[in-house]
C-alpha cells in the first residue's frame, strides 16, 4: 500500500507538432480532417476550371487577333459612318452655327424683341472668312443654337398651354411638333427655289436659312406666354409686336446678302425687283406661320 501510495505515475505532456501522418495505435479509423487528398488531376478547386484553359484563354495570340480585327471593323464601320454623314451635312459647317456664347445669345434676343435701333446689319468677316457668332461683336451672324432651342421651347409651351386647357395628348403634342417642322421645311425649301429661279449669287447657305427661318420661334414664346396671362388682347399685342419685329429684322439680314449681290448700275433692273419681292414675301410669310401656330393654343 505504501509502496502504491508513493508511487505516481508522470503527468502526461501534450504533445506539440505531432505530425498528422503518425496514427495513434489506440484510433480506430484514419482521421482525415487534418489534411486534404489530392484532387484528381484535371479538377480545379476555384472557380469553374474544369481541366480546360479556359483562364489563360484571353491572353492567347488568336484572342488577341481576334480583338484587333473587331477594332478594325469598328473603325472603319465609323469612317463610313462619318463620310456618308458629311455628304448631306457637314460637321465642320455645322459646329459653327453653334458657336455661341452669352453675350451673343442675349444681345441677339433683345435684337429679335426689338430691332429698330440696330445701326450696323453687315456680317464680320476675317481674312475673307466669316465671323462665328461668338466673334461677331454685332450678333448678325446667323446662329442654330437659339432657332433649336426656341423650337423645343414650342413644343414643351404648348404641351404646357394643352395641359391647362384639359386638351393635353401625346398626340396632340406630336402633331404640334411636326406641324412646326413641316412649315420650316416647306419655307426653306420655297426661299431656295425662289432664289435659283432668279439666279441669286449668294454665300447664304442652306444653315442660314433655317436660322433665319427659326427666329420667329423666340416671338412666338412670347406669344403664347402673353395668350396664357393676360388673355385674348394680350395675345393679339404681342403677336402683332413680335410680327413686325421679325419681319424688320428678316428684311434688313437679308437685305445685304440678296439684294448686295446687283451692282448699280442694275438696281432698277426686274430682276433686282424679284428678289426684293422674295424678300419681303419671306418677312411677310413670318406672321402667318406665327398666328397658325399659336391660335390653337390660345383658345
Not at 480585327?69 to 451635312?89: P, S
Not at 423650337?151 to 412646326?180: D, H, N, W
Not at 388682347?233 to 446678302?257: E, P, Q
Request: a positive charge; proline letters at 5%.
Amino acid at each position: 500500500m505504501a509502496q502504491q501510495a508513493g508511487y505516481r505515475q508522470p503527468p502526461k505532456q501534450r504533445m506539440r507538432g505531432v505530425n498528422p501522418n503518425m496514427m495513434d495505435p489506440n484510433q480506430l479509423f484514419d482521421d482525415t480532417s487534418a489534411f486534404q487528398h489530392p484532387q484528381p488531376s484535371g479538377y480545379a478547386v476555384q472557380g469553374i476550371d474544369i481541366g480546360l484553359p479556359m483562364n489563360n484563354f484571353l491572353s492567347e495570340p488568336v484572342a488577341n487577333v481576334a480583338m484587333a480585327y473587331g477594332t478594325t471593323i469598328a473603325n472603319q464601320g465609323k469612317d463610313m459612318v462619318h463620310k456618308e454623314l458629311n455628304r448631306f451635312v457637314s460637321i465642320n459647317k455645322l459646329k459653327y452655327f453653334f458657336t455661341v456664347d452669352t453675350r451673343y445669345v442675349a444681345k441677339k434676343l433683345g435684337l429679335l424683341i426689338f430691332p429698330y435701333t440696330h445701326q450696323n446689319w453687315e456680317l464680320g468677316y476675317h481674312a475673307d472668312t466669316r465671323l462665328t457668332p461668338r466673334e461677331d461683336f454685332h450678333a448678325n451672324a446667323p446662329d442654330l443654337y437659339i432657332p433649336t432651342m426656341a423650337f423645343i421651347t414650342y413644343i414643351l409651351l404648348a404641351g404646357v398651354a394643352l395641359g391647362i386647357q384639359k386638351r393635353f395628348s401625346p398626340e396632340v403634342l406630336g402633331m404640334c411638333a411636326s406641324t412646326a417642322l413641316v412649315w420650316i421645311i416647306i419655307e426653306v425649301l420655297a426661299l431656295v427655289l425662289a432664289l435659283y429661279l432668279i439666279s441669286v449669287h449668294t454665300d447664304l447657305t442652306t444653315f442660314d436659312l433655317i436660322a433665319y427661318s427659326g427666329y420667329k420661334y423666340v416671338g412666338i414664346i412670347f406669344t403664347i406666354l402673353s395668350g396664357l396671362l393676360f388673355g385674348r388682347d394680350g395675345y393679339y399685342l404681342t403677336l402683332a409686336w413680335t410680327s413686325c419685329a421679325i419681319m424688320f429684322f428678316l428684311v434688313r439680314s437679308l437685305r445685304m446678302k440678296v439684294l448686295s449681290s446687283t451692282g448699280v448700275a442694275t438696281s432698277h433692273s426686274s430682276k433686282n425687283r424679284l428678289r426684293m419681292y422674295v424678300t419681303l414675301a419671306l418677312a411677310a410669310f413670318q406672321p402667318v406661320v406665327s398666328y397658325w401656330l399659336t391660335i390653337h393654343l390660345i383658345w
